[in-house]
């Protein structure tokens, strides 16, 4: 099992940034991926970035956030953090942290509680 709490959300008007982070706990050493998705209201959640060990540790990113969001995991440890910049009000949704022990590609089993971004125009 492994466990993640997301923290750093937030309002923040149009064009600024935020900086999302998520601590996983519990058997790290076995997660395949880990990043971010999101799901604003009334739509469907969807993926944002990730790092995919399935994928030779690939960094993805959904297209829209290219060259505004970066992911990062300093040092290898077991926190994940979501660099926003240029945020658009299209931005706005809650924002889950994302974990995978398994190799199925595109499976995720683990959920953080899931942190607000607000983007004000």
């Known amino acids: 099992q492994v466990q993640l709490v997301e923290s750093g959300g937030g309002l923040v008007q149009a064009g600024g940034s935020l900086r999302l982070s998520c601590a996983a706990s519990?058997?790290?050493?076995?997660?395949?991926?880990m990043g971010w998705f999101r799901q604003a209201p009334g739509k469907e959640r969807e993926f944002v970035t990730a790092?995919?060990?399935?994928?030779?540790?690939?960094?993805q990113y959904k297209d829209s956030v290219k060259g505004r969001f970066t992911i990062s995991r300093p040092n290898a440890k077991n926190t994940v953090y979501l660099q926003m910049n240029s945020l658009k009000p299209e931005d706005t949704a809650i924002y889950y942290c994302?974990?995978?022990?398994?190799?199925?590609?595109?499976?995720?089993?683990?959920w953080g509680q899931g942190t607000q971004v607000t983007v004000s125009s």
């Open positions: 994302a974990a995978t022990d398994t190799q199925n590609p595109g499976r995720y089993d683990y």
């Open positions: 790092f995919d060990w399935r994928s030779g540790g690939n960094i």
């Open positions: 519990g058997r790290t050493f076995s997660m395949y991926s």
